[in-house]
Each structure stands twice: as C-alpha cells, then as structure tokens.
C-alpha cells in the first residue's frame, strides 16, 4: 500500500524504451534525410571558418601581437592593457601554445560573428513585438539553462563531429546574451525621445536606425561582451566534439591527468577571455561617451 | 480662421474601449467608470475650436487630459472617438504615410523633458526634422544655423546636449521645432520643467518669436500665470472634461465652475490684466466723466503699471490710447476699483 508513496509510479519500462527510442530513431531519420542538406546550408560557415583560422594562423606573431596590442590600446587607451597583452602572447608562445590559441581565437571570433548577425535582428523583433517577445523568452531560458552538454548530443547526430558542429553548439550557447540585451537596450530608449522622432514624421525604420539602436548600443556591446565570455566558456567544452585548440588540450589533461598541460591551457585561456573581455568593454564604454558630456571638442 | 477643429473627441484607456463611450456619454465619470468597467477615462466630449495664429492654451492640473489631448493633435495617441480636423482634412482617418507627412509638414512639437537626442549635437538636434523629410545637409543646416542664432545659443553648434543647462536645451527644442517651419507648434509642458527665472525669459521668446512667427501654437501648462501670459484663449480641463474656455479675461472675471473659480482666486489681476482688456466704449461712460480730468494709458499696459497714477492723480477717467494714439476705449476709476476688489 505504500510502496506507491515511497517509489514514483513510472510510467512501464517498455513504454519508456519505446519512447526514448521513436524519438531516437525520427531524429536519425531526421538527420539521414536533412543531414546533407544541412550540410550545405553551413557550408560558407565551414569556409569563413577555415579561412579565419588560416589567416590567424599564417599571420606572423610580431604582427598579430603588434594588431592585437594597437586594437587595446585604442579601445581603452591604457598602456597597461597593452603591457598585459604583450606578456599574454609571450607566454603563449613561449609554452608552445601558439596554434592552438589560434585556433580558439578563430572560432570566438566567427562564432561572435554568427551570434552578432542572427542575435540583433532576433532582439529587434523582439523590442518591436511583444508577442515576439513572449515567445522568445522562454526559448532563452531554456536554452541558457539545458546543460551544454546536452545540446552536443543533436548537433552531433546532425553534423557530425567537426569544426561546425562545434561552431553552431557554440554559437547556440552564447547567443542569449546578445538577443536579450539589444531588447533591452531598444527597449529602455526615452519615450519621450520616441515620442520626438515620431512626431516628426520618422518612419518606424527611420526610428531604428536613428534614434533606437544608437541609443541602445552601450548595452548591446554589454549584451556581446558577455556573448564573447560565453562562446570562450563553451568552445571548452565543444572540444569534446572535434573542436581543436585550447580546448582540446584542457580536455586530453583530464583524462590522462596531465596537471601541467591542464594548467598551462587553462591560464592561456584566462589570458585571451581578459583581452577580449577588456577590448569589448572598452569599446562599448566609448560609444556611450557622449552620455557623459564634455568630452567632445 | 479656425485652423484646427476638434469635435467630440473621447479617449478612454483599456481594451475595448470604444464600448465604455455610450456609459460616458450617459454622464459616467472617471471613478465608476475605472471601478465598473477597469477603463480608464483620458478625455471626454472634448470639442475645441483653434484660430490661425493664436496661442491656444489648455491648462489643467496633473491627470486632467491635457498632455494626451495635444497627443492627438498630431496623433501621437489614437482617439477613441471622435474627429480632428485641421485645414479640412480630418487626420484622425489618416494612413500611415499621409500621418507621417502630415507631422513632418503640418507640426512640430516641443517637449517637458526636452526629447533631445543625447548621441547628436546640437545641430543636428536641430535638423533632425529636416533630415526625416530628407532634406539635402546643406539647406538643412543653414536654416539650423538661423534658428540656432535666433534662440540665443550661436556657437553651441557642436556641443552636446548634456553639456547644456536644462534652459538651453529647451532652446534646442524650440529651435528644432521651428526649423522644421511647421504651421502649427505643439508645446507640452514646454517650460514646466525649468526654473522660474528661465521660464520666464522662455515665455519672453516665445511671445517675441510669435510676434513675427504667427503659427498657431498649442500650448500646455498647469500653471495659470503661464497660461494668463501666454494664452490668446484658454482651455482649462478637468478630469477629461473641459471645464471652461475663453480669454484670459474670460476665465479670470466669469469663471463659469467653482473648480474654474477656485483656481482664479489667488490670482493677481493687477498684473495680468491689460487696459485693453477691460476697457468700455464711450456709450457706456456718462457724460460727466467724459468732459472731466483723464488719464491717458496705452491699451497693452497692465494695471499694475498705471494704478500708481489713478491713486495720485485721481483722473474722472482712463483713456486708453492704441499705438498711434488714438483713443479705443474708456475705463472709469469705479469699473477699476471693482474688478480688482474681485
């Protein structure tokens, strides 16, 4: 009689087996008929990609240090932050990691692209249409807080293991950031400012482009700096499905138990997600100078 | 010439609105109507009539209607019934894009909290209305320039908004507005957010642009001095209602409703009351007075700046002169002692 309170009454085991496995196997049929087209549709992702790597990767150190310090420097104007980056790649490169920063380095970047191209136009939408808004919102939710692990799972039935699955789990995990805070940012803009350009006359994408997204970009660049820290998060863990570089030697150190490579990696990656970090920050801090006032001449 | 006409104009905030208008119309006021209904009542029956060239005040205290009765005036709030018509085109059934034409064309407004855009300087907060109505840098920014000048603010030309004290950017506002050349020009609450002294040298702009300007000019306030000094008419509004509409004299010597009577008490009618105001024809002067000492005063001249005069000279009678002299009109000591024992 209690034995009905003390353990859940699952639904029947062969009931479950056959569930867990339709939704298995019409995913596979799924992924058998759709798969290749879908591996055309990501195609010119693969290109970018490679093409990025490549360039990262044939670009001779002095010169990708001296870009890399020069883009700090006039983001922040702080020798300091150049000092760090200097000594960042130094390391980098002298523990042998060159490659592989790279390598990570390429993949943040497009998979910042990719978040930035589809992320703004969806919260966009989103600020022009609630029920855009209500719809979406959950989805954001859900996907922020499915373990990452979880959603590898798919997008290797679908694609594979590679270098785009990797990129598009990534792009998956970090997008949110980016969608809801240009909502946001379009969303808090001074009725009153709307309510101006509206009564002269300004179309809705007049409105946008003139006075919404300018007035929301300090938190957009919010919104993709923390798109940035959470592509650096997942590339890691996107590693276990064939995403080389830093990731990758972070992921042979935990299963050979390899302290030094682990620690070595782990600090590069610490080093690149502050330069990032730093360099989106700043930037977004300088489009909102004229907030301040007094610093135009 | 009536430049805009507005005829039963109703607004009532919350879904399905238009069905609350038959309960208003049968005498439904703001409370019941939010407690039976959950609609919230803006405006009600509103019908007013705007000359050509004449500021037109509507003056009412917070939660009166009168910021979402000049909304409708460009359409910035839809009404739920009701008509507006301006230069006989009822705008109330305009699209999309005769709405949008109308506004870059017909109006321009200016704003209580100034409405600038903190990325642009002050020039092109200025031509921002232009460059909506796509207008070519060149033209639009002289005639920015102008306006700039003529506000009192020549050399802020590159400077930021935030970098100006809150006069100054009402000044932009104004300047915006007018550069657009709009015919009519909505004002809400435009001064209503600056200090006395400020809002005093705003009011003087104003009045000395609207001299050469001669727009037709909307104008919001909930201070009845402003409303007093500036208004050709007045509209006071109450709860959506519009209690009483007239000229200044009107409201301050027959206000019509103990709410209109109450806010007029305390005014000081010395000081807003001109000669011309108040003055009679010579039919209704005996001809004891009109043979006896006079006192000449010019018909733009308020009390306060001639009382000094009949107190000490004690004159039979006031003669009140137009500009070039001539006398319009007479004002006998006695009508004077009345209308300021109130």
Known sequence: MFDFFLTFPALPREFLRDFKRGIDNGFKEFSRSYGENIETFFYPLMKLLVFIERLLISTPWPIFIGIVSILGYWATRSLKLVIGIIIAFTFIGLFGMWEDTMETTGIIVVSTIVAVLVGIPLGIWMSKSSRAQTVITPILDFMQTLPPFVYLVPVVMLLGIGKVPGLIAVVIYAIPPVVRLTNLGIREVDNEIIEAAESFGATPRQKLLKVQIPLAMPTIFAGINQTIMMALAMVIIASMIGVKGLGLEVLRSISNQYLAIGLLNGIAIVAIAIIFDRISQAYGKRVQEHRKGGNHK | ?342
Request: hydrophobic share 40%.
């Open chain 2, 1 to 342: 010439m009536i430049k805009i006409k507005i005829k039963n104009l109703y607004k009532i905030f919350g879904r399905n609105s238009e069905l609350s208008i038959p309960l208003v119309e049968q005498g439904m006021g703001k409370d019941e109507l939010l407690e039976k209904k959950g609609h919230v009542l803006g405006l009600s029956n509103i019908n007013m009539d705007i000359e050509e060239g004449e500021i037109h005040v509507v003056m009412g205290l917070s939660g009166s209607g009168k910021s979402t009765l000049i909304r409708h005036i460009n359409r910035l709030v839809e009404p739920t019934s009701g008509n507006i018509i301006i230069d006989d085109v009822d705008i109330t059934g305009l699209d999309k894009e005769a709405l949008n034409n109308f506004r870059k064309n017909k109006t321009a407004m200016v704003f209580q909290s100034f409405g600038l855009l903190p990325h642009y300087n002050i020039l092109d907060n200025v031509t921002f209305g232009l460059d909506i109505k796509k207008i070519d840098k060149l033209t639009s920014q002289s005639k920015g320039k102008q306006w700039i000048n003529k506000v009192g603010l020549e050399g802020y030309e590159s400077r930021f908004p935030q970098e100006l004290s809150g006069g100054m950017q009402q000044r932009v506002g104004l300047a915006r507005a007018l550069t657009n050349d709009p015919e009519i020009l909505l004002m809400d609450e435009a001064f209503s957010a600056l200090d006395p002294l400020i809002r005093k040298d705003m009011q003087d702009i104003l009045i000395a642009l609207q001299k050469d300007l001669k727009k037709t000019i909307v104008f919001i306030t909930h201070d009845l001095d402003e409303a007093l000094k500036l208004g050709d008419k007045i509209a006071i509004l109450k709860d959506g209602f519009l209690d009483q509409e007239g000229t200044a004299v009107d409201i301050l010597l027959n206000p019509e409703t103990d709410y209109v009577r109450r806010f007029v008490e305390d005014v000081n009618r010395g000081r807003v009351l001109k000669a011309k105001n108040i003055m009679q024809d010579a039919s209704a002067i005996s001809k004891d007075l009109l043979n006896g000492q006079s006192l000449k005063v010019k018909a733009d001249d308020v009390i306060e700046k001639f009382i000094d005069r009949v107190v000490v000279d004690k004159p039979d009678l006031i003669e009140v002169l137009s500009e070039n002299g001539s006398a319009i009109g007479y004002l006998s000591p006695d009508r004077l002692s009345k209308i300021l024992r109130k």
